[in-house]
C-alpha cells in the first residue's frame, strides 16, 4: 500500500513539473509575441518626431526603448519561483530608470508628453498579458508582484 502511494505521488509531481513547464513555455511564447506585434515602432516615431527639438529628447527615447527591452527580457526568464527571485534586482533598477525619466517627462511640451505617454501605453499594453502569463505561473506571485506592482506604478506615471 505505501508503494502504491509513493506511486501516485511521484506520478503527480511529475504531473505539476509538466504542467510549471509548460506554462513556462507559454509565457516565453507571449513575450515572443508581444515582441513581434510590437505597435512601439509606429508610437517611437510620433514621439521621436514630437521631440526631435526638444533638449534630451532623443536620449529620453533611447532610454525609454533600451529599458522596456531590458524588462522584456528579463521577464521572458521568469519560468518559476527561482528566476523570479532572480529577476527581482533587474525589475527595481528598471523601476528606478523609469523614475529618473520622469523629471524630464515633467519637463516636456504638452505635445511632447503626449507622444511619450503614447509610447508607455502601447509598452504597457503589451507587457500586461506577459505579466499574466507569468503570474499565472506556481510561485511566482507572491516572489514578483510587489515589484511588478511598484513597477507598473511608475510607468502610470507616464500619462499626459
Known amino acids: 500500500m505505501a508503494k502504491g502511494m ?5 506520478s503527480m509531481t511529475e504531473a505539476a513539473k509538466e504542467t510549471t513547464k509548460e506554462m513556462a513555455e507559454e509565457a516565453k511564447a507571449a513575450v515572443g509575441d508581444a515582441v513581434k506585434a510590437s505597435g512601439m515602432s509606429e508610437m517611437l516615431a510620433k514621439a521621436t518626431e514630437s521631440l526631435a527639438s526638444v533638449q534630451g529628447g532623443s536620449d529620453m527615447l533611447k532610454s525609454v526603448q533600451e ?3 531590458k524588462l522584456t527580457s528579463t521577464l521572458s526568464g521568469i519560468t518559476n519561483g527561482e528566476t523570479a527571485t532572480a529577476a527581482l534586482p533587474q525589475i527595481s533598477q528598471l523601476t528606478e530608470s523609469f523614475g529618473g525619466m520622469s523629471d524630464l517627462f515633467g519637463k516636456l511640451p504638452d505635445a511632447a508628453k503626449e ?3 503614447g509610447v508607455f ?6 507587457l500586461k498579458p506577459i505579466l499574466d502569463k507569468i ?3 506556481p510561485g511566482v506571485d507572491s516572489i514578483i508582484k510587489p515589484a511588478i506592482d511598484a513597477l507598473m506604478a511608475k510607468l ?3 500619462k499626459a
Open 115 to 117: 507622444a511619450v505617454s
Open 6 to 10: 509513493a506511486d501516485g505521488a511521484a
Open 156 to 158: 502610470d506615471s507616464f
Open 67 to 69: 529599458s522596456f527591452g
Open 135 to 137: 503570474m499565472a505561473i
Open 121 to 126: 501605453g502601447s509598452a504597457i499594453s503589451e
